[in-house]
């Protein structure tokens, strides 16, 4: 699957409730969604200080405003791969592959989990 | 609003019994009664200061009330300000400001903090208004120390810019510059490190090599450095001085600058050597923000803070904490504005665990620095830093250099703006 018809999906169910938060008094049940998925883009302490280390070139939660390349919201597997490539020195790169070597393989996959449930695109037009 | 509301209320059931206990701990006798949030104010509005401020207000999800000091109402970035030097970007290109951290619910206060009450925890600013915390966060920045250099003071910047904190200094060494006939000599005087911005002096170097070599070819630009070699980037920069500045751009070694004439616009090396210009810029030497030493997070004799690097608390005062370049550096770790954003966020996440009774994670920090060494071309030094519980610092795990290869530093070129704005965005929102 493309990462684009699962970030649209996601886009889909933030634009459905927002009106409704807007509007007025919510059910127990929507109120429990939306302060989940507030949550749920947290990230637990132990990847959040990693994950940040990302944001000063990659935009705040890997959403990146201007010429670098946005990591938020890609799929994770593919997250995964890139990284463990530019780790290897197998991908092409002016600077990443020098960091990448930084991370573990746990670190990786739980970078690459964080990144992939963020959401894409509120800083630069999709 | 409603839902934001619930997660909040839901979040300081626990938080506030943690922050309260904490409080009992430290002898806190509280006056007001006790609000259910915890209290953090941050002091200074860089770098280091906006990403902690922005970062709290983020991890705390609303159980942290947060106040950032800071006396100005526009901040104006260091990193591209040299640009302005030479000609392909405005000042306006990189001005920011605090209205999206105060839109996050940041409490934005425009004053001077002046003192710290560490045992009451109380921070008293300019105005006289009293803040009480939980914990403190200082990012005050450097302090230029203009009488290290004879003949050089505040007044004497007037006439002859450091420009090594971005605003009028910048406008005003880039007026001189283009004021300057063709055939005239440009001065730098660097600095013995440390130093803000170890790569700083030498980009500069760059960008007026670059506007001299387009606009003023007869025009001599003059390195006087007091390193033995560029504490950056060395054969990096060393190269394109020589492919790109040959005849424009002299780069001396150990040669600090002792003395300034004003009136006659001359330095005076260490060695007794003069040198004359036209236009001159001095970076004098500097050490942690004033704040640093009127409150003892600098002990007497000391330049720099020294902190727990696992918290970035200070070892001077307790419950506060200091960020950014004022900090005494952990081995290999630059002062730079990714270096302070990397504090900010590390502070944050120790404070918001701490404050919730936990014990916080190791910290991890990045660091890259892009020079710009046209209008076009960039070269990076880039790093990662881990905490060693054995060593109790911070030690560098990865790293690297821009390669050899010309062509892939136009595409670094355009990331290095991209760089500016995804660090401009995560500091300031």
């Known amino acids: ?126 | 609003m409603t839902a934001q509301l619930r997660l909040t209320r839901r979040r300081l059931l626990g938080f506030g019994a943690a922050a309260a206990s904490l409080a009992g701990l430290a002898g806190c006798t509280p006056v007001a009664p006790r609000t259910a949030q915890a209290r953090v104010v941050v002091v200074g509005g860089g770098f280091g200061g906006a990403t902690a401020a922005h970062y709290l207000q983020q991890w705390s999800e609303g159980a942290i009330a947060v106040t950032l000091v800071e006396p100005r109402r526009r901040y104006i970035s260091c990193p591209m300000s040299n640009l302005v030097l030479g000609g392909s970007k405005a000042l306006d290109e990189m001005t920011l400001g605090y209205d999206a951290l105060a839109r996050l619910g940041i409490r934005v206060v425009h004053d001077h903090a002046v003192a710290i009450a560490a045992e009451r925890r109380v921070l008293r600013l300019a105005s006289g208004a009293a803040l009480p915390y939980d914990r403190l966060v200082v990012s005050p920045g450097v302090e230029l120390l203009f009488e290290q250099v004879r003949g050089m003071s505040e007044a004497a910047a007037r006439q002859i810019p450091h420009a090594w904190q971005a605003g009028e200094q910048t406008a005003l060494l880039r007026q001189q510059l283009e004021a300057m006939p063709d055939g005239g000599t440009v001065l730098i005087g660097v600095p013995a490190a440390p130093y803000r911005c170890p790569p700083g002096p030498y980009e500069r170097a760059c960008q007026i090599a670059s506007y001299l070599k387009a606009h003023k070819p007869r025009a001599k630009l003059i390195v006087l450095d007091a390193n033995a070699q560029p504490v950056a980037k060395a054969a990096l920069f060393t190269r394109v001085w020589r492919e790109d500045y040959a005849g424009i751009l002299e780069h001396r070694p150990n040669a600090r600058v002792a003395e300034v004439d004003v009136a006659t616009r001359t330095f005076t090396l260490e060695s007794g050597e003069r040198e004359r210009g036209d236009v001159l810029n001095l970076i004098p030497p500097m050490r942690a923000g004033a704040l640093a030493h009127a409150t003892g997070l600098a002990g007497d004799g000391e330049r720099w803070c020294p902190v727990d690097w696992m918290t970035l608390e200070s070892t001077r005062l307790p419950g506060v904490h200091v960020l950014g370049d004022a900090t005494l550096s952990a081995p290999g770790m630059p002062k730079s504005a990714h270096m302070a954003n990397q504090h900010g966020k590390a502070a944050a996440a120790a404070i918001v665990e701490l404050l919730a009774g936990r014990v916080p994670e190791p910290p991890v920090m990045a660091n890259t620095c892009y020079s710009m060494v046209d209008d076009r071309q960039a070269i990076h030094v880039a790093s990662m830093h881990r905490y060693d519980a054995t060593q109790k610092t911070m030690v560098a795990t990865a790293g690297g250099l821009s390669g050899s290869e010309r062509g892939r530093w136009v595409a670094e070129g355009r990331y290095a703006w991209g760089w500016a704005r995804s660090i401009w965005a995560d500091s300031f929102g």
Do not use: W
């Open chain 1, 1 to 126: 699957m493309t990462p684009m018809p699962r970030l649209t999906m996601r886009r889909l169910a933030i634009g459905a409730l927002l009106p409704l938060v807007g509007a007025g008094p919510l059910g127990a049940q929507d109120a429990r969604t939306a302060a989940d998925a507030a949550h749920d883009a947290q990230a637990a302490p132990a990847v959040r200080l990693l994950a940040a280390t990302c944001a000063n070139c990659h935009g705040p939660q890997g959403d990146s405003p201007g010429a670098m390349p946005s990591i938020a919201g890609l799929p994770r597997e593919h997250l995964v791969e890139r990284l463990r490539m530019l780790r290897a020195g197998a991908a092409d790169a002016t600077l990443m592959h020098q960091l990448a070597k930084a991370y573990s393989d746990d670190e990786i996959e739980r970078l690459a989990a964080h990144f992939a449930r963020q959401p894409r695109g509120r800083r630069t037009a999709p």
